[in-house]
């Protein structure tokens, strides 16, 4: 048994990416050491004392909490909806203690979506045999504040594609279409047929303006010369007012 850092268990629409839509029971695994300049999840950088599981009557829950406790937290709502969706923070900080929770949850037959930074790829190794998808963040510099790493995002993204998978890059204002590109290529000389997901972002107040989604419709379309698969996509969750 294992004890591990858990942010909030919710159930909720999966609110980005290509399974947008989809209903899921949410494991937000808390911490995260990536540093980004933007996120929009910042409580879950942090380890927390307690967290909540709102999976019908919202209660509080110790950190860290083991894992046979939060299998048994998890596996009623998936008995119904019969889809995880472990994110974060970053769920793959984590590995033992995710492994442990994965393996545990074969009895209840769900399917399990990971999001991840895209810069673990060792500790990717160690959970991918549970894994049924993987969302892998590409993080452009204006993201970071530093250089793209292709060559971790490629080992990475090489793991990934033992199962489905899809990328994701994060546009910010700031973000420049050489940037986009770089990414974009990146996709291009490793896996150009798995989906490209091009997500505006959004703050608490301001959805992506009309301007922002055109530019993103325009970019897509340039990059659909090499990329078979170029969506964009907002987040559903925000625009309904949910989690
Ligand atoms: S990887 Fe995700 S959780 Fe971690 S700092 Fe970056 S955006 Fe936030």
């Known amino acids: 048994m294992l004890k591990g850092y858990i942010d909030e268990v919710f159930v909720s629409l999966q609110g980005e990416g290509i399974f947008m839509g989809t209903p899921m029971v949410f494991a937000r695994f808390g911490g995260c050491n990536v540093g980004c300049l933007y996120c929009d999840t910042p409580r879950a950088r942090d ?54 929770l994965l393996e545990r949850l074969q ?26 998808v993987v969302s892998v963040d590409l993080k452009t510099p204006s993201f970071t504040g530093k250089p793209f790493n292709a060559d971790l995002h490629w080992r990475f993204l090489d793991k990934a594609l033992e199962k489905a998978a899809y990328c994701k890059i994060i546009v910010m204002n700031n973000t420049t279409q050489d940037e986009i590109k770089e990414a974009a290529q990146f996709i291009a000389g490793t896996a150009p047929d798995i989906p490209l997901v091009l997500q505006p972002s959004f703050d608490e107040t301001r959805p992506p303006s009309n301007q922002q989604i055109l530019y993103l419709m325009e970019t897509a379309a340039a990059l659909s010369d090499y990329i078979e698969d170029v969506r964009v996509i907002p987040q559903l969750h925000r625009y309904m007012g949910i989690k």
Do not use: M, W
């Not at 019908?56 to 709502?77: M, R």
């Not at 009895?107 to 160690?126: A, N, Q, R, T, W």
């Open 47 to 100: 380890r927390t004392s307690q967290f909540i599981i709102d999976t019908g009557t919202p209660k509080a829950v110790a950190n860290p909490v083991t894992d046979s406790a939060l299998f048994v937290e998890l596996k009623q709502p998936l008995e119904k909806y019969k889809y995880l969706a472990v994110t974060g923070g970053e769920p793959l900080e984590q590995p033992a203690f995710l492994h442990l």
């Open 107 to 132: 009895d209840v037959h769900c399917k399990v979506l990971l999001e991840s930074s895209g810069f673990y790829p060792d500790e990717l190794g160690e959970v991918i045999e549970y894994l049924d």
